[in-house]
Nanobody, 122 residues
Framework: QGQLVESGGGLVMAGGSLRLSCAAS????????MGWFRRAPGKERDFVAA????????YYEDSVKGRFTISRDNAKNTVYLQMNSLKPEDTAIYYC???????????????WGQGTQVTVSS
């Protein structure tokens, strides 16, 4: 059974940076598209970024374009989310997910991590 474990969250001041990691086990990582989602307090789980199996194409939600970068290392079974120029509105629990393709729709992903909290103070 596939498992995803996120790490790297924390408390940062506005304008700062964090790098989230998501380590996969129990699945053929290089076959899966990977996505990052986030859930802010009182809101639904929203798409942040996604990357295809090879890393050759990436996709971003408009509000994070130019600030966040998704990448993956198939040799390490890990996907990353580099977050720069963080804003208070980026505060959320961040989740990684694995699916057979890439999509902005959470329901189409097969595996999910437990989430990591990111808090950006103003």
């Amino acid at each position: 059974q596939g498992q995803l474990v996120e790490s790297g969250g924390g408390l940062v001041m506005a304008g700062g940076s964090l790098r989230l990691s998501c380590a996969a086990s129990g699945l053929s990582f290089s076959r899966y598209g990977m996505g990052w989602f986030r859930r802010a307090p009182g809101k639904e789980r929203d798409f942040v970024a996604a990357i295809i199996w090879s890393g050759g194409s990436t996709y971003y939600e408009d509000s994070v374009k130019g600030r966040f970068t998704i990448s993956r290392d198939n040799a390490k079974n890990t996907v990353y989310l580099q977050m720069n120029s963080l804003k208070p509105e980026d505060t959320a629990i961040y989740y990684c997910a694995a699916g057979l393709g890439v999509t902005t729709t959470p329901a189409l992903y097969m595996y999910w991590g437990q989430g990591t909290q990111v808090t950006v103070s103003s």
